[in-house]
């Protein structure tokens, strides 16, 4: 039991913070944010990343809850891992709320957990912190920052947020509050770093309504528009220039159709009931009467606008004159499969309108004028850049410095770096696990690094795999040895290879003079390097009779 | 024997007639550059593409030359393997055929192929074909267009190019000649679309000295510059800032360091010899003394730069005080490595200055405002957009629309599309063979897509291996079967599975009323799959004695 207040940003895909952050006074810990992480390119085989808790196991009983401070994945996508290990109160506004149901039902925990709706600008008392929530805009409504009272003092913790001044729903992020809060005194400001590279202001959700406006114009057939299935601003968007154009709306697809649901049973999205029409109406009416919303703006093969540049959709093709709209930004990492999606739409005959040429997306996240303005309003005695990667959070503790906040009075770390404030002071305190933990199909974490480097050498080169059987007498072979490879090499035109590493097995039998399985497995190895400079596993099994 | 003249733009990796075209006339064959690709990320294990260029095998008679117009990997890397087939004379500029000859000599073929030296400004006779060389702008010196004259007209080619108007070389593109070929009139302009999607103008060369400037001025210790070996002109800029800070400078690696010799023994690149001094000499004097420059900002873990990130570079390391520039933009598809590299040389300790927070790098590639101005200045008939993918080819395509070539004067094709003209009018004429060979290892072309798959399979979920061992006589096991697996579970942690699938075998083997092997195979998986939700390859081998 200590009275120092402890800032742990817990494990993540190195942006810090981002995805679970845990709060701790004493002995009560609050948690911020439960989210998934998408593996990099090279975590083969991976299907998603979250947090490792394991420091927060130990201590369970001290949780006293979890806020969700907005419904992205990166913030919600884990809430059932967690839960499974830390069944705790859960604090969300209610969208967060209804989306994060959604997820809970279909991971089997409806109705086990306690889900708390709170709303912006209201308060809750969770163990020794009185968390008000303020709200913030950013690429989905309802979004959260924290002014989060301790006994140690207040502290800021921004959320995902841009500040901008004419958002779709017509709620800005609350000023007013951000200046109470530095009038009362603000110990340190937790801010999102995403951005922290960009020069400047992030444009309004706003300027995005014109481009759409000019697509819908100039377009002769059904034009489709791909994004995010949480960019429920979009949806409004569309929504509008739609009913402007005289055409009706719909959405493909699960994700799709289920956010436009609870959003518009919660008031977040205002479509009047004659704009839409399902799928099949759409595809009955004439092309230039329709909108179709769906999935895959990062190319992802199996969602909609990924199937329908390989032609492989069930539901419907592409046809000539349709007008296809990424409205999104390549996510780092997946540029190559949005271009390639992009190439294919257009081989398939469609216009293809994307962020490069056409100002159809916007960033959620606030650009260094903004980072620069809420340091302003909130007047942080310390500050901690947080959901960024490293370099984000260097180029945002120089913003700080631009603004008048004294270096050591910046906290850049990495996730597991615990920052502790005592007296007033911000020092740094031990290093707890701030990794991730892989999830591969049903497995969590039973998957680490160890599994991943044999799937990149067997992603690199194959294997190969022989098996012999041998006269326990004689040691004579008394079958042609069985040869397999996989990811090696065409076998079909590698005739010639197989039959030389036949004939060096047969060698290597007769004339071995120690270990023949280690004398093989180096030998077909050694051989195999020097005819193809590939390394394939090698698996050598002898059975003997 | 035909008097059509032919453009078919060869094999390469959606960039089309970037690596390889040929121009034909009657049974005369031009090959245009022989450049290689990078695998995407999802090619697993591949080490680089050619193009497929077996078309020209069949006419390789026919080939009266290659002409390479400038020294860049995507233009030149695959020289030896076409050499190999086809070993016609080549023609290139002195640069490029100091880079060429430096390639052909560490691939065996020094000597033994005819290399000849143009100047831009000249001409040379190839067949019926009349070749002026005209210069042009990019991130390499001594770039060239092409002007072809052909019994069927006038073609013009312009390379990988941009218009600027103050090159660090002081030689601006040849305005005058593009003028030239205008008055003569041109039957078709084919021109690099690479930068189509991105407006205006691509800023000059000369913008990044005031940036590097900057960096030189405000830094302590040692500054250490990354780039491609390639750009000569950065090289030039560094060796300028350095001499006006009094720093001395060194080139590290290999690729840079013979680089430099050529470019510096050819005139291309103006370096005192007090200014440059060894890695070993550098290492010895103080760090506000020094410049080192280097490979790997594409993220490369073996380059120098690489292994600097990750502190395995072997002559020295980074240290307190460095900043370190990467002066160049991250090639599509390598943003993730870049990102990782960049957050690991900050978490040194390093000060890193990369694109997006200083203008360290520009494009070499003409931006929207410069392609309209080359088809202006060209005035052709017909326009073929090529060197980009798809998207950049419609961009291309729609801005030749906008400065007044009708959409049916306008190819805009895919490698392998082969383009006609004749007696003035285009047509497009057959498909041939217009994708790449991967080269992994020693092999070329020996791997395709299929092996690529099961390297896809193996890298998902790995591969379980079973041997069994059985009576002949009884059928019954006679040992316990082994069982191997790599990149599927993490064994340490996977006892119970193990359990479960030897008693699934033994049960097998005891109940099986068909097939063994396949039942065997077929139950593993199927009760793999329901324990783990993965999908590793199964095999499985009987011995019997």
Redesign the interface.
């Known amino acids: 039991m200590t009275n120092k207040l402890r800032i742990v940003p817990l494990g993540g895909l190195?942006e810090v913070g981002k995805n679970m952050m845990a709060v701790e006074y004493g002995d009560n810990i609050l948690i911020v944010d439960t989210g998934l992480m998408f593996p990099?390119?090279?975590m083969?085989?991976i299907d998603y990343l979250i947090p490792d808790f394991q420091y927060l196991l130990d201590k369970r009983k001290q949780v006293a809850g979890i806020i969700v401070t907005h419904g992205h994945e990166d913030h919600t996508g884990a809430i059932h891992h967690v839960l499974e290990e830390i069944n705790v109160p859960i604090y969300a506004t209610p969208l967060t709320r209804g989306l994060l149901e959604d997820k809970l039902s279909r991971n089997g925990l409806a109705g086990k957990v306690r889900l708390n709706t709170v709303q912006a600008g209201e308060m809750s008392r969770i163990g020794p912190f009185q968390v008000e929530y303020f709200h913030v805009c950013h690429s989905i409504p309802d979004g959260v920052g924290l002014g989060i009272t301790t006994p140690a003092g207040l502290i800021i913790h921004s959320g995902d947020f841009k500040f901008d001044h004419t958002p779709v729903d017509n709620w800005p992020t609350d000023y007013a509050k951000l200046g109470e809060f530095s009038g009362r005194g603000v110990l340190a400001l937790l801010a999102d770093s995403t951005n922290a590279?960009?020069p400047g202001w992030t444009p309004s959700e706003r300027v995005i309504e014109p481009a759409l406006d000019q697509v819908f114009r100039s377009a002769q057939g059904r034009v489709i528009v791909a994004t995010f299935a949480s960019v429920i601003s979009r949806m409004q968007q569309v929504g509008v220039v739609a009913a402007r154009y005289r055409r009706k709306m719909a959405f493909v697809g699960t994700s799709m159709t289920e956010n436009a649901k609870i959003a518009r049973k919660l008031g977040y999205l205002d479509l009047p009931d004659d704009l839409l029409v399902s799928v099949d109406q759409a595809l009955k009416m004439k092309p230039h009467e329709v909108v179709l919303m769906c999935t895959g703006s990062q190319g992802e093969p199996s969602s909609i606008l990924g199937r329908l540049s390989t032609g492989t959709n069930r539901q419907f093709d592409l046809q000539a004159g349709d007008t296809v709209v990424l409205s999104s930004h390549p996510i780092?990492?997946n540029?190559?499969t949005v271009?390639?999606t992009?190439?294919r739409l257009?081989?398939r005959g469609a216009k293809?309108i994307?962020d490069?040429?056409a100002p159809v997306h916007v960033s959620g996240h606030a650009s260094q004028e903004e980072m620069k303005l809420l340091m302003h309003l909130v007047k942080p005695k310390h500050f901690i850049p947080i959901h960024g990667?490293?370099?984000h959070l260097?180029?945002h503790a120089s913003l700080a410095q631009q603004v008048g906040i004294p270096p050591e009075r910046v906290a850049t770390v990495?996730n597991g770096q615990v920052i502790e404030f005592e007296n007033g002071e911000m020092h740094l305190g031990e290093r707890v696990p701030g990794g991730y933990v892989f999830v591969?199909?049903?497995?969590v974490g039973?998957?680490?690094p160890?599994?991943?480097r044999?799937?990149?050498?067997?992603?690199?080169?194959?294997?190969m795999?022989v098996?012999l059987?041998l006269d326990k007498h004689s040691g004579r072979m008394l079958e042609e040895p069985?040869i397999?490879t996989?990811?090696?090499?065409?076998t079909q035109?590698?005739d010639e290879l197989m039959a030389s590493v036949q004939r060096l097995i047969t060698d290597t039998v007769r004339n071995h003079d120690g270990d023949l399985q280690d004398e093989l497995q180096q030998a077909i190895k050694t051989f195999l390097y020097n005819?193809?400079?590939?390394r394939p596993?090698i698996?050598v099994?002898i059975?003997?009779?």
Do not use: C, W
């Open positions: 190195g990099e390119n090279d083969l085989g590279d960009k780092p990492g540029e190559e271009h390639r992009i190439n257009f081989r293809v994307y490069a040429i990667e490293l370099r260097y180029q990495e591969d199909g049903s497995g039973d998957i680490g160890s599994v991943v044999e799937r990149e050498a067997l992603a690199r080169d194959g294997f795999m098996t059987m069985e397999i996989r990811g090696f090499v065409y035109n590698a005819e193809t400079r590939r596993m698996f099994t059975s003997q009779r």
